[in-house]
């Protein structure tokens, strides 16, 4: 199970940090990603990382701006999000896939949290 959290209101500029604590697995054995989804958009892709945490990747709507990192022992992973504008505001999911490292398609990841807002307001 995918528990996301961290969500929430926040003003342009501001930031937030989400987090995504894993249980019924070895957290260790899975890559991790973040995912959005606005209203009647495709879900995309934000930041990945590795199950060690050495590797990364991100869209280029995160760059600078968003951090991903884990904590194998706290079977959790993170998204500090910094500078948020509105066009951030989506539903953010977590995601688990069962390779080392995976890359940006929503089919790669094998399970799924259960989403959390993040709105951004002008």
């Known amino acids: 199970q995918l528990q996301a959290s961290g969500g929430g209101l926040v003003q342009a500029g501001g930031s937030l940090r989400l987090s995504c604590v894993v249980s019924?697995?070895?957290?260790?054995?899975?890559?991790m990603g973040w995912f959005r989804q606005a209203p009647e958009k495709e879900r995309e892709f934000v930041f990945g990382?590795?199950?060690?945490?050495?590797?990364?990747s991100y869209a280029d709507s995160a760059k600078g701006r968003f951090t991903i990192s884990r904590d194998n022992a706290k079977n959790t992973v993170y998204l500090e999000m910094n500078s948020l504008k509105p066009e951030d505001t989506a539903v953010y999911y977590c995601a688990a896939a069962t390779t080392y490292f995976t890359g940006s398609s929503p089919g790669e990841y094998a399970y799924w949290g259960q989403g959390t807002q993040v709105t951004v307001s002008s």
């Open positions: 019924g697995r070895t957290f260790s054995d899975y890559a």
């Open positions: 990382i590795s199950r060690s945490g050495i590797r990364t």
